[in-house]
Structures are given as structure tokens and as C-alpha cells.
């Protein structure tokens, strides 16, 4: 069988990937566990250095890669340049802070000697999805070879090319050579990966029904799991807030990776006093943004990732028409010679409880509008999603946005007057069908070790 990029623009044929057989699969896993067991024993600065060596890589090659990316899921060059910056970040900061997130905690008890010390478990695999397909990768696999563990990955079959260059790159850097390795699989060979003796854990950012089945296979194996899945975000815009402040961050939010991120912003929830100015800022600004090419400098927002999702999109918006959404902006499939992935910005307005978007993720440039007769009503609307990934509000009194964004709203990020976001330095993660556990920052870090107890009498 043979895994297939395609370059969404226009249809192409990048390359054709053979796929791993069991046998390779199996012996992949074998060297990553070999090698691990001698770098569990290495120490922080010695891991570090190495991390550094990825950064200066990642800078030096940030142009090559973000054309990659261009190529196999059609990202602009301009933010596929600093998605490389980000994973360069992320090095250089669990290469400065790892060895202190990770270092042994004596608890005082009555023993002569008592702390925590955090161990690496071993081979973790990472299944990653295609919509930023370095960042994904570079914000779990930095914590896990800073902490000593080895690494699998099953990346998108459509970002194969950019999986196989962070290889490359981990290679470059003098890390071992099997301590990271790439499978070539279909996500039906996931299984038996998952049930694997030797792999000890699994990660995976994509949909809750690919969460629910990672889950449920990692749970038959007694296996540790880290799931960041979808999300529906709510962006509250209240009476008092700067309108045109606003407007210009929710399109920013939505718009970002061409509307295809977890943490995008998804509704925009308007108390009734704003809602006519908010929505016309607001349209047109989403109206300015140009689509096109994504090798032109010009162009905001490039294709789809894939031909079949920008399909289904465009019937997740027909429907909710069809059920009473009002499409004030786009909801077309623009007429492009040639097979593309291309779809236009889009604004539905009178989105109510019932309507398939009232509940439904919608991954791409496609903005949903509710109006609540006041902010009591925007919260309940905000939070019932069976969702819980980010939040925002925007609001002129910043106390009390700070109250309702933590102890008002149910998520695992919310932001204030400004766009959800994930940073090495804080901790990113969800609630209910939006996933468990938590990347990046401290937290992130020891989700894939040991926390062992150490007690001397």
C-alpha cells in the first residue's frame, strides 16, 4: 500500500510514500526502545545541548520547511515560517527549564529521607494531525526527549514529507539515531502499535472520535494517554468592549491556518446592544483577507489542507442554512480550474439551539454568529458545548472579564481581549470532549514520566 501527498492547491501528485510493513513497524519500535535505554541515563545538560542544536537547525531551515508545509497542506509561506520560529522556541525553552521542572522534590515526613523523583517511562508515540505539522509534533516531542524518553511517531498521511523532516532534523541535532523514529502507517496500524509492550504511552491531537478510539485502545492496554481534541471555542463580545478591537482579533482567530485549529475561534457570541456594529466591523474585515496561492506573499489564507474536507465543510454549512442559518458572507466553493481545496471566508448569522452548528466542530474559515439578550445568556450559550478546549471575552473592564474567564467559563484556556493561544509556558489542554491532560509548561512535561516516591527509613 502506499501513503499519497497531494498538494491541495491544485490536485498534484507530490509523492507517493510506501507504507511500513508489521515487520518494520515492529523493528522501529525494537531500535527506539534500544536506544532509549541508554538515553534515559544521559543527563540534563547533555539533553539540552541537543535540544539547542534543534533550534539552530529549525532557524537554519525554517524557509525549506515552510514551503513543505505550503506544499503538502497549503499553509502560506509567511505563518509556516513562524510555526518553525515556535518549535524553535519550544527547544530552546525546555532546554533552559527541563532540568528544574524535573528535578527530585523532598516531602518532609518522618522518615530520615523522603522526596519524588520523576523518571522517564520510556517509548511514547505521538499521533499528530496535519494542521500545523511541525508545532504539533515540536511541543510534545521536546518535553519527551528532555525528560529521557524515546519517541514514535504516526503523523497525517497527507504531512508525511514533514514528518520525515523532523527526522531529519532530530538526526542533524546528534541525538541518537533511534531514539525518534517515523511510521509510515495507515491509522488503521495504529492498534497494534498502541498494544506494543515496549510503548508505554500515547499522545494524540486530532478529532474526539479519533481521541475516543486512541483512548479506548490505550485503556484496554493500561496505557497512559494525553488527548487534545476538538473544539468549538466561544469568543463572548459584551456591551462594553472595544468594537473595532474586537472584531479585528475574533477575525484573527478565525481565520488563523486557513480556520483549521483546534483553538481557532469557532462562535462569536454578541450581546444584543453590539450586534449590528460588531457584525458589520467585523464582515468587513473577514471580507478584506485575500485567498489565494499559498507561494504569494499576498495571500492570507491558502486552501484546505485536503480536497475532502473542504468538501464536507461546505456541506456543514449547506445544512445549517438549510436548517435557518442566514450566510451573510461566502459559503461558496470558488470556481478555480483544476482540482483545489480552496473555500471562501464565510459568516452565518442566527446560528440557535438545534441547528447542527449549535453543537457540531466547523474546521475551516467559517464564522458562526449568536446573539444573546444579555451577557447571562452569552455565558450559558458559551458553555453549552459539549466542547471545553479555549475561550474568550472581550470586554472595556478587564476585572471582570479576568472573574469570567476563571470561574465563569468552562475551558481549559480563556483569554481576555485577546485570542486563545497555546505558549511553551503555559499549560495547554482541554475539558470533557475537548480531551485530558496537558502540554507544554511544567505540567506537560511530567505527564510522561514516573512520579516516584523515594523513602529512606
Not at 186 to 193: E, G, L, M, T, Y
Not at 213 to 219: E, K
Request: proline share 5%; net charge neutral; aromatic share 8%.
Amino acid at each position: 500500500m502506499s501513503i499519497l501527498s497531494i498538494n491541495p492547491a491544485n490536485g498534484k501528485l507530490i509523492r507517493s510514500y510506501k507504507e511500513d510493513s508489521e515487520k518494520q513497524v515492529s523493528s522501529k519500535i525494537e531500535k527506539v526502545h534500544s536506544a532509549w535505554l541508554k538515553w534515559k541515563d544521559t543527563s540534563f545538560p547533555e539533553r539540552a545541548e541537543l535540544l539547542r542544536n534543534t533550534s539552530v537547525i529549525l532557524l537554519k531551515r525554517k524557509l525549506e520547511l515552510a514551503t513543505l508545509m505550503a506544499k503538502e497542506m497549503g499553509k502560506p509561506i509567511a505563518p509556516g515560517i513562524a510555526e518553525i520560529e515556535k518549535c524553535a522556541a519550544v527547544c530552546d525553552y525546555y532546554a533552559a527549564n527541563g532540568a528544574d521542572f524535573l528535578k527530585d522534590e523532598t516531602i518532609k515526613t518522618e522518615a530520615s529521607k523522603s522526596y519524588v523523583s520523576f523518571q522517564p517511562l520510556g517509548v511514547v508515540l505521538a499521533v499528530m494531525p496535519w494542521n500545523f505539522p511541525f508545532w504539533q509534533l515540536f511541543r510534545f516531542l521536546a518535553p519527551a526527549l528532555m525528560a529521557g524518553n524515546g519517541a514514535l511517531l504516526k503523523h497525517a498521511s497527507n504531512v508525511t514529507g514533514c514528518a520525515l523532516a523532523i527526522e531529519e532534523v532530530i538526526l542533524e541535532a546528534g541525538f541518537p539515531k533511534d531514539i525518534f523514529h517515523v511510521l509510515v502507517i495507515s491509522s488503521k496500524q495504529v492498534k497494534p502499535v498502541i498494544a506494543h509492550p515496549l510503548v508505554k504511552a500515547v499522545t494524540l491531537t486530532g478529532s474526539t472520535e479519533a481521541g475516543k478510539q486512541v483512548a479506548q485502545q490505550a485503556g484496554f492496554n493500561l496505557k497512559k494517554t494525553v488527548l487534545e481534541l476538538g473544539g468549538s471555542d466561544p469568543y463572548l463580545v459584551l456591551a462594553d468592549a472595544d468594537l473595532e478591537q474586537a472584531a479585528e482579533i475574533c477575525m484573527q482567530s478565525r481565520l488563523i491556518n486557513n480556520g483549521q485549529s483546534c483553538i481557532a475561534a469557532k462562535r462569536f457570541i454578541l450581546v444584543k446592544e453590539i450586534e449590528k456594529e460588531f457584525t458589520r466591523i467585523f464582515l468587513e474585515k473577514m471580507q478584506s483577507k485575500v485567498t489565494g496561492d499559498p507561494f504569494d506573499e499576498l495571500t492570507d489564507l491558502g486552501p484546505m489542507a485536503r480536497i475532502d474536507l473542504r468538501d464536507e465543510l461546505y456541506q456543514q454549512v449547506e445544512e445549517n442554512i438549510k436548517a435557518g442559518a442566514k450566510c451573510i458572507l461566502g459559503g461558496k466553493i470558488p470556481g478555480l480550474k483544476g482540482k483545489h481545496a480552496y473555500y471562501t471566508p464565510t459568516i452565518l448569522t442566527g446560528i440557535k439551539k438545534g441547528m447542527p452548528a449549535y453543537e457540531e466542530e466547523i474546521f475551516g474559515p467559517v464564522a458562526l454568529i449568536f446573539t444573546a439578550k444579555n451577557e447571562e445568556e452569552a455565558i450559558r450559550i458559551a458553555n453549552d458545548s459539549p466542547f471545553g478546549l479555549g475561550a474568550a471575552v472581550f470586554t472595556g473592564n478587564q476585572q471582570h472579564g479576568e472573574e469570567l474567564a476563571a470561574k465563569r467559563l468552562n475551558a481549559g484556556s480563556c483569554f481576555v481581549n485577546s485570542l486563545v493561544k497555546s505558549d511553551p509556558r503555559l499549560p495547554f489542554g482541554g475539558i470533557n470532549q475537548s480531551g485530558y491532560g496537558r502540554e507544554l509548561s511544567s505540567f506537560g512535561i511530567r505527564e510522561f514520566v514516573n512520579i516516584k516516591t523515594v523513602y529512606l527509613k
